[in-house]
């Protein structure tokens, strides 16, 4: 009696882990960058009490063995890095990835993360800034007396602006690309650290 409540105990928390899960994906619905995770699960041991093939008597055997399973756990929660759906702002330094990569912010501690969330901002500084301050590296200053509507960035991530009627170039936009991203550890803030 008490292994079966154990193991209806597990299922009951692996549901909960996977509702908590979808709450979660639901509550990031409108996070720009963000990526839905999906929880994955695995069984838990199993007690053999008798083996397939064993003697059943005389010249029988048994064709099943049996075994007792012990209920579930959540094995991974995978965050799923497909392609989101583009939305035009109207701010020039908005961006978006096609396809794989990440953005590079460098942390105040001097690190490097990783972001999929290319709503950047011009600081007091004029550099390219996540929302949280965080700037762009390589790191990009845009020139005082070029306006904000004068920002262009190219498909292949080259930053100009226009000034006196002179384009002129500021900085190149470099992605970071992982061969296993789903491993990038996620840091709150859209940002990812390997």
């Known amino acids: 009696m008490m292994r079966s409540l154990w193991t209806a105990a597990t299922g009951m928390t692996t549901q909960q882990s996977h509702m908590d899960v979808i709450a979660n994906n639901l509550a990031n619905v409108n996070t720009t960058g963000n ?9 838990l041991m199993y007690q053999t009490i008798r083996q397939a093939g064993a003697t ?4 029988t055997q048994y064709p099943v063995g049996t075994q007792m399973r012990s209920g579930a756990r ?20 908005d961006m978006a990835i096609e396809g794989e990569g990440f953005f590079q912010v460098t942390m105040p501690d001097g690190t490097i993360a990783y972001t999929r969330d290319g709503s950047f901002k011009l600081d007091s500084n004029r550099r390219m800034v996540t929302t949280d ?10 020139p005082e007396n ?12 080259q930053v100009s602006v226009t000034v006196d009627k002179t384009k002129q170039d500021v900085g190149q936009i470099t992605l970071a690309r992982f061969v ?13 650290t390997v």
């Open 35 to 43: 990526k839905k995770q999906r929880a994955e699960f695995q069984d």
């Open 56 to 59: 059943s008597g005389g010249d």
């Open 74 to 93: 959540l094995s991974a929660t995978n965050r799923i890095f497909t392609q989101g759906n583009f939305q035009s702002t109207g701010e020039p330094t």
């Open 133 to 142: 301050g965080y700037p762009l590296e390589p790191e990009i200053i845009i």
């Open 146 to 157: 070029a306006t904000s509507d004068s920002i262009t960035i190219s498909a292949e991530g």
């Open 180 to 192: 296993n991203p789903a491993g990038l550890q996620a840091k709150g803030k859209n940002l990812f």
